[in-house]
């Protein structure tokens, strides 16, 4: 069974300027996930999608985070513009079903994120 | 405020000792509570889940126990190998039902010498 992709793995852009980041999650999982992990700290959550809806984007900085999932399959995550503190690795995970916490979350290797 | 704490301090084991995580939390009351195993430049890799109604679980030379009035969870690993050397992550389901998320510790390093 293949895993969930992501890409790129690494990005480097200058502060102000935009990037985009996607995800294929592994065929057949209804939930997808994305979320930011700065070095040192755990994964925190930004948005979680049901299919093609958004069920919890509480914590994504919405002034400048945008994210879509088309179809219900792959996704997109934006960031425009960039900030220094933007500098992370961002994790891209799937799930069967949304029936927490007995569904296993898979991830991505994620796409390391450098803002100069 | 709510707080997950995991050691910020690598671990440092020699090959064949039992390797003890500890995760806490405060102002939580999670149901239930996952483990993750993360290698560098890679996603987290999903090892154990205990509810709160159990106290231990086990899974091959992996044990994890689940104190909710210490509020505390404990990750064992017995015979340890130096392919145990990762950051291991703990993770509390928070909330309930469809709303429910995980939230997760900042990670302990195991380093495991040979």
């Known amino acids: 069974e293949a895993g969930v992709a992501q890409s790129p793995r690494y990005k480097i852009i200058e502060k102000r300027q935009s990037v985009a980041f996607w995800c294929n999650p592994i065929?057949?999982?209804?939930?997808l996930y994305w979320y930011q992990q700065i070095l040192g700290q755990g994964p925190k959550l930004l948005i979680q999608?049901?299919?093609?809806?958004?069920?919890?984007d509480s914590q994504l900085p919405k002034d400048r985070f945008s994210a879509e999932r088309l179809k219900g399959v792959d996704s997109t995550l934006k960031i425009q513009p960039a900030k220094l503190e933007d500098s992370a690795v961002y994790l891209c995970?799937?799930?069967?079903?949304?029936?927490?916490?007995?569904?296993?979350?898979?991830f991505g290797p994620g796409t390391r994120l450098t803002v100069l | 405020s709510q707080k997950i704490e995991q050691n910020s301090e690598a671990l440092n084991i020699q090959e064949g000792k039992t390797a003890t995580l500890t995760c806490n939390y405060t102002?939580?009351?999670?149901?239930?509570l996952q483990w993750y195993r993360q290698d560098p430049g890679r996603g987290p890799v999903f090892l154990l889940l205990?509810?709160?109604?159990?106290k231990e679980k086990r899974k091959e030379r992996l044990k994890v126990t689940f104190d909710t009035t210490l509020k505390q969870s404990l990750f064992h690993i017995t015979a340890s190998q130096p392919a145990d050397s990762a950051t291991y992550l703990c993770?509390?389901?928070?909330?309930?039902?469809?709303?429910?998320?995980?939230?997760f510790g900042q990670g302990t390093t195991l380093q495991v010498k040979p």
């Open positions: 065929s057949g999982h209804a939930t």
């Open positions: 995970a799937s799930s069967l079903i949304r029936t927490l916490p007995t569904d296993t979350q898979y």
């Open positions: 102002n939580y009351s999670p149901a239930y």
């Open positions: 999608f049901q299919n093609n809806g958004v069920v919890d």
């Open positions: 205990i509810r709160e109604n159990e």
């Open positions: 993770a509390l389901a928070h909330g309930s039902g469809n709303t429910g998320k995980l939230i």
